[in-house]
């Protein structure tokens, strides 16, 4: 006799991402894991009294989507601040703004988020805000986050209205009156606000900090309970594992706590963050929460660095000059000397690393310094990761598969994809450099592990608007390269790879007998959904480790 399953789904399209049996109509789910999946009269004799049935009605069943780069406790914060994505023009947003204040009356620093660059026809500056709102602080974070705008009462109560200095590739951007203009790039320019009314705790992941003093016991609750709400939102949308890219022991803490109470919704890896002024030693408490955190359900390992900026600001750093800023290319928050430094100590402890480079100049250094660390260390799985990649280089496109590195990358990122448009960003890469800007497509067959993402909440945390996006992808000019996806390649893109990106493809990113029962049922079939509608398939059920997570 079969065992008698916990939970069965049948009638279902299923997508197993599994190449020895790729379809299947039924799975039957014992404690945490897959223990038959096959048509649906053979997966019936798995049925007992007790057993819970799903029926999919014929959707599609995937693997449980994993978020390969994400910030879950900004993400989750995020979801009380005013969204902007979208609004263009003064009166559109003097409108959105001042609604939301008139709600929020007792609020110190009134957020708003997902400005694009180009919301006014003007630079933004806090006169344009000042119009606005003058009597109560507020800034507001282009989607990217590596740009703040903010209003007067914000800059002087903060302390910026006079500027400040930062460190590289950061910079509050001064007026002719010698005052801060209004606009802050990078973290160092616009921290300071977010400290000052006490609106960090969730960023403090990005500044590689602990929370100073630590947080009264109310506090971690109200922190517990807002990192639980952003899991539930990623289970909503079908997520079931994260790995997180920004980090520091308190998430790990807030999530464990959530861990006891039975509420940690999804699969989740954190980082440790390191900073440009931090010592080498440093990277000993890395290998602490490596240690610390190894679980399927909460991990460490993973070393997170930036190494420049964005596009939109020029902060992105360059191998040639900006096409629309001749004589500027960035300037990197290491030397590469200084991050190859950094990454042959990390792969000595065996630590795995992942950079954010967007430039093609942080690009290549990051690249040599993957390379440093092999030839110092020797060859070994590292999976070392490059986040974003959204200009490269002919000679750096082969290093990928060379060097055996990730490229992690968000198909919601490109102009014109889902929620970016297309300048200033195309006039900032330069025609010249389009075909190798955003390059999935070259990169995959290059040899190059191509791994999907969100970087919620920059884009929407939605996989399937991901997905859709890269398969609806579209060159921006006659004569350029092709980088979409196929349907199949999007999902491998949010399963299996996603899995191989954390070493754990032996365990998750499959259906597969003997795999981690984290599964997805969708509202349709999602093969037979024509690529522009494919947003309207929804995640109708998700089940993290056999456990029903989220339920429409």
Known sequence: MPPTADLIVENASILTIDPDTPRAQAIAIKGDQ?????????????KGPDTRVIDAQGGSVLPGFIEAHMHLFGGAAELDNLHLAGVHGFDALRDAIQGFAAKRPDARLLIGAGVDYAILPEPV???HLDRIIPDRPFAM???DHHTMWANTKALEEAGLLHGRQVGPGNEIVMGADGLAAGELREGEAFGPILDHFGANRTRLGLEGAEPDPYPSAAELAADRDLMHRGLQWCAKHGITSIQNMDGNLYQL????????EGRLLCRTKIPFHFKNFMKLEMLEKASRMAASYNSEFLSSGLVKVFYDGVLDSWTAVMVDDYADRPGWRGEPLFSPEHFAEVAVEADRRGLQIAVHSIGDGAVRAVLDGYQAALGKNGKRDSRHRIEHIEVTTPSDVPRFAELGVLASMQPAHPPGALNFPLEPTLSRIGREKWPLSYAWRTLKNAGARVVFASDWPVSPVDPIL???AAVMRKPWAEGMPDQSFSLQEAIEGYTVEGAYAEFMEHRKGRLKIGYLADIVVLS???EATAPEELHTVRPVTTICGGKVTYQA
């Open 141 to 143: 974070s282009a989607s």
């Open 253 to 260: 803490e807030l999530l464990a706590g959530l861990e006891k």
């Open 34 to 46: 897959i223990i038959a999946i096959a048509d649906r009269d053979s997966v019936r004799d798995y």
């Open 466 to 468: 991901s997905i859709q």
């Open 524 to 526: 349709a079939d999602i």
């Open 125 to 127: 500056t806090r006169h």
